[in-house]
């Protein structure tokens, strides 16, 4: 008896310490996790929107005289790229004075509160976002295998400091700027887009920043479905000239900035009326075959 309490007094020691390896391991991991991002080539759109994110997360600046805006912040790691990619383009993140953002995923928010750090800004989410972003990614509709993970630091974010929450309809002003916000929930409870107008010599152009729509197997909530139908619609009533959305690839950032260096007129690539609709339809088409990403 006293050989087998020795045996399970050792075989308990050597698999807590297998657990807190994993979760140190893990957590460093989380930590340094680049999610396969790279710096990308910062560019305007039109006016004074700029693109400053990485390789596929995006992130896009709006420029200002009273100070500017960025809108969402990739993974922890992409933050510096961030930036580096607003000073390449000759500003600075400390005239950063307000941060926004679509959704509370780390590849989307973790780098918020880096960047939150570095220019003093003032974060503004959805009252459902805000949830997740001001405890580190813990988003009360994750599966909960995925939420303890959360909660022992292997997957989420640093928190950070909510400073204002807004409600569906409101406007965001700083100075001459002002950007909506639509709730358009779905792919997250708060999950939010964003409509501003953007001039361009002497043209106004009608900008969209569009959230993802895609229904998550990870994260599910009972009226989601009905959430994303209201979305499709709320999407499909805004005008638009410019569409962006979280992942650069989605709306085609690479080709888009390609074709704009021997365009004639530069922001034309980018006036895509048609490439909303169609990842409007696609969404909508995901949802009716039930398809889960």
Same mark, same amino acid.
């Given at each position: ?16 310490? %297998? ?6 391991? &893990? ?7 680049? @999610? ?12 004074? /929107? ?11 600046? =709006?420029? @200002? ?23 390449? /383009?000759?500003?600075? =993140? !400390? ?10 995923? $780390? ?5 918020? @509160?880096?960047?939150? /750090? ?10 459902? %976002? ?10 009360? +509709?994750?599966?909960? $295998? ?9 997957? @989420? ?12 309809? *409101? ?14 929930? &779905? ?12 001039? *361009? ?10 959230? *993802? ?9 009972? *009226? ?6 209201? %979305? ?19 709306? &085609?950032?690479?080709? !888009?900035?390609?074709?704009?260096? %021997?365009?004639? +007129?530069?922001?034309?690539?980018? =006036?895509?009326?048609?490439?909303? !609709?169609?990842?409007? +339809? ?12």
């Amino acid at each position: 008896m006293p050989h087998f309490t020795k045996r399970c007094r050792l075989v308990v020691i050597v698999g807590l310490a %297998s657990v807190l390896a994993l979760v140190l391991v &893990g957590r460093w991991l989380n930590a340094t996790k680049q @999610g396969g991002q790279g710096p990308a080539e910062p560019f305007r759109i039109a006016g004074n /929107l700029y693109y400053v994110g990485a390789t596929d997360v995006s992130a896009f600046l =709006i420029t @200002g005289p009273e100070g500017h805006i960025v809108l969402d912040g990739g993974y922890p790691t992409t933050a510096p790229m961030i930036i580096a990619s607003i000073a390449k /383009l000759g500003f600075s =993140i !400390k005239d950063v004075r307000v941060l926004l953002n679509s959704e509370p995923h $780390p590849d989307h928010a973790g780098g918020l @509160g880096v960047l939150q /750090l570095e220019s003093g800004a003032e974060l503004w989410a959805s009252d459902a %976002s805000a949830i997740a972003l001001a405890s580190g990614g813990d988003d009360p +509709d994750i599966v909960l $295998p995925l939420r303890a993970l959360v909660w022992v630091g292997v997957l @989420g974010y640093p928190k950070m400091r909510v400073d204002h929450r807004f409600k569906d309809g *409101d406007t965001i002003r700083l100075g001459p700027l002002a950007l909506t916000a639509h709730i358009t929930g &779905g792919h997250t409870r708060g999950c939010t887009s964003w409509s501003f107008d953007v001039r *361009d010599g002497d043209r106004v152009l009608n900008v969209v920043s569009a959230c *993802d729509l895609g229904r998550l197997a990870t994260s599910q909530y009972p *009226d989601q479905k009905a959430d994303l139908e209201r %979305s499709f619609g709320v999407l499909r009533s805004l005008p638009v000239d410019i569409w962006v959305t979280c992942h650069a690839r989605w709306w &085609g950032r690479y080709r !888009k900035f390609v074709a704009s260096a %021997s365009a004639k +007129d530069p922001v034309e690539p980018f =006036i895509d009326p048609e490439g909303y !609709k169609a990842y409007i +339809d696609s969404a909508e088409a995901d949802l009716r075959n039930g398809r889960l990403h």
